[in-house]
Nanobody, 113 residues
């Protein structure tokens, strides 16, 4: 059974940084395609970033240049480094294993002064 557990969310001031982590169990992580999504209040869930098993990355236009997705196959973990955070980045952030279509429960990121 594939399971994902996110961590690293919290309250940060505008312009600050956070790093989210997602630990995956139950799969052959090194060949999985992984993604980070977010859902703000009253909005639909949207793709933030995706990383393939060969390290190819894709980003939403709104986060390109500010966020970086990476993976550590030895730790079965995918990361989302978020810099220059804005109030509009406030959302629940979810990790998805796209190879198995399994989601984590999410971690809340609040950007506010």
């Amino acid at each position: 059974q594939v399971q994902l557990v996110e961590s690293g969310g919290g309250l940060v001031q505008p312009g600050g940084s956070l790093r989210l982590s997602c630990v995956v169990s139950g799969s052959i992580f090194s060949i999985d395609v992984m993604g980070w999504y977010r859902q703000a209040p009253g909005k639909e869930r949207e793709l933030v970033a995706r990383i393939s098993n060969d390290g190819t990355t894709n980003y939403a236009g709104s986060v390109k240049g500010r966020f970086t997705i990476s993976r550590d196959n030895a730790k079965n973990t995918v990361y989302l480094q978020m810099n220059s955070l804005k109030s509009e980045d406030t959302a629940v952030y979810y990790c998805e294993n796209l190879s198995y279509r399994v989601w984590g429960k999410g971690t809340l990121v609040t950007v506010s002064s």
